[in-house]
Antibody, heavy 124, light 109 residues
Framework: QVQLVQSEAEVKKPGASLKVSCKAS????????IHWVRQAPGQGLEWMGW????????NYAQKFQGRVAMTRETSISTAYMELSRLRSDDTAVYYC?????????????????WGQGTLVTVSS | DIQMTQSPSTLSASVGDRVTITCRAS??????LAWYQQKPGKAPKLLIY???TLESGVPSRFSGSGSGTEFTLTISSLQPDDFATYYC???????????FGQGTKLEIK
């Protein structure tokens, strides 16, 4: 069965960097894009960007460009999201999620499997 | 960026009611729209994709419609398990970017 398992919760100081991992299993890792979505406490969902695990290509939401980097390690079926220059308003649960279908499949531009979420707290 | 606006933000209803949630896009997104259900402390769950296609395993009381800029999610007869927050999500085929609506919290009346 498809699973996305994320790294544990973290506490960071303002100005620091964060790296969250997302380990995939139960499918061919390189066949489906991985996305990162965050949710601040009591707030809605915010899409951050995607990575193509096959090519390493990425696409980031404008809000995060210059501060986020999404990478992957195909040998261990793991995607990573690194966010730098953390601020208190980066406090959120960070989710990884998988595209429902392979690239350019018309039913694929949605998120069918999600990680369990990683709580990141930014506080001095 | 395409902005998604959901209405209402909060909806109070009773078991057995028929409810509709609306999502409007700031520009046409064809049928590149999905609906998710999220319960507290849990990841979102995909309900509907391509505006009107029911995800496997999702009860048939959920349905979606619309295209272009206006979309709706309808629950035909509310069940106790349906009280949750619902989000729409769009895909922009030009920029290959995504975004979510701000959410609609469905509460028990």
């Amino acid at each position: 069965q498809v699973q996305l398992v994320q790294s544990e919760a973290e506490v960071k100081k303002p100005g620091a960097s964060l790296k969250v991992s997302c380990k995939a299993s139960g499918y061919t890792f390189t066949d489906y894009y991985i996305h990162w979505v965050r949710q601040a406490p009591g707030q809605g969902l915010e899409w951050m960007g995607w990575i193509n695990p096959n090519s390493g290509g990425t696409n980031y939401a404008q809000k995060f460009q210059g501060r986020v980097a999404m990478t992957r390690e195909t040998s261990i079926s793991t995607a990573y999201m690194e966010l730098s220059r953390l601020r208190s308003d980066d406090t959120a649960v960070y989710y990884c999620a998988r595209n429902r279908g392979p690239p350019y499949d018309s039913s694929g531009y949605y998120f069918d499997y999600w990680g369990q979420g990683t709580l990141v707290t930014v506080s001095s | 960026d395409i902005q998604m606006t959901q209405s209402p933000s909060t909806l109070s209803a009773s078991v057995g009611d028929r409810v509709t949630i609306t999502c409007r896009a700031s520009q046409s997104i064809s049928s590149w729209l999905a609906w998710y259900q999220q319960k507290p402390g849990k990841a979102p769950k995909l309900l509907i994709y391509k505006a009107s296609t029911l995800e496997s395993g999702v009860p048939s009381r959920f349905s979606g419609s619309g295209s272009g800029t206006e979309f709706t999610l309808t629950i035909s007869s509310l069940q106790p398990d349906d009280f949750a927050t619902y989000y729409c999500q769009q895909y922009n085929s030009y920029s290959r970017m995504y975004s979510f609506g701000q959410g609609t919290k469905l509460e028990i009346k």
